[in-house]
């Protein structure tokens, strides 16, 4: 058994690329190698308002000029070219808050749909130009991944998970995680959106691992 902690924010183009690249680098394990992946919380903006910003004028405040924004976003789509994301910056008008999508997460991890979900909110960010902190949005993210929208969207009225995110951001930044992507590969770190080599071999040194006896 090969476990995978990935710690990521949903509206990061760097982690989803790095979610596909590892997604890629997984078929390269030989047939039948047993993976857990478990997906841990991280905010970019933690304190966006609940409704989110306006995207070009959250992103002009925080680079500077929405130029600047625009050449940012130009070297995430060179960047991506080989990883089959067809980003739509033109259809991103919000920067949302992801606190209720991380929520969301924690309902997914219990009912075993956690990266089908993750898949679907990256998508929906990234290619759709969707609203990550509307819960109707979410809800229907929720049943595309699998769980029932009803009770997703009645989880998302709730305050269930709110506290487990909270202990797992804090759990993260005490062990100095500042940025992400980060991804734990059987205990091996790779940080950032690294190229598939870089996950293929890191994949063949955990799977080696495990595959080591165990010693008394």
Known sequence: MIDIAITSDFICPWCFIGERRLARALAYLPDGTEVALQWKPFELNPGMPAEGVERRTYRTQKFGSWERSRQL??????AASDDGIAFDYDAMTRTPNTFAAH??????????????LAQALFAAYFEQGRDLGDAATLADL????????????????GDDGSDAVRAAEREGMARGIRGVPLFDIGGEVVSGAQPLEVFVLALQRAFDRASQPATA
């Open 142 to 157: 929720a049943a595309q991944a699998g769980l029932d929208r009803a009770a997703a969207l009645a989880y998302l009225a």
């Open 73 to 78: 976003d130009a070297q995430v789509m060179a």
């Open 103 to 116: 929520r969301l997460m924690q309902l997914a991890q219990r009912e075993g749909v956690a990266t089908a």
